[in-house]
């Protein structure tokens, strides 16, 4: 606690949210897109949004990496299905 009474906040360090310049309250994220391309990104004072749009922009990047390597889950759902789906003739 401060001498105000007010309690002492400590930012929890997430890989890829980083505060610039130091303690000054501003977020921002840095990520790597599909094609390794290095993307920073201002957010803004809010920690816990940075956090989040950190992991959506890792998230869309894995998938566009996964379609981009020909993998596509709905036609392996597709193919699962027709492969254990009983014969109708």
Do not use: C
């Not at 959506?56 to 027709?82: I, M, P, T, V």
């Amino acid at each position: 606690m401060t001498s105000t009474g007010t309690p002492l906040t400590k930012t929890r360090r997430v890989r890829g949210v980083f505060e610039y310049p130091k303690d000054s309250g501003i977020f921002y994220i840095h990520w790597y897109d599909h094609a390794g391309n290095r993307h920073r990104e201002k957010v803004g004072p809010d920690q816990d949004q940075a956090i989040t749009l950190y992991e959506s922009r890792k998230a869309e990047a894995w998938r566009r990496r996964k379609l981009a390597s020909g993998y596509d889950a709905a036609a392996s759902r597709r193919r699962k299905a027709n492969a254990t789906a009983p014969n109708r003739e």
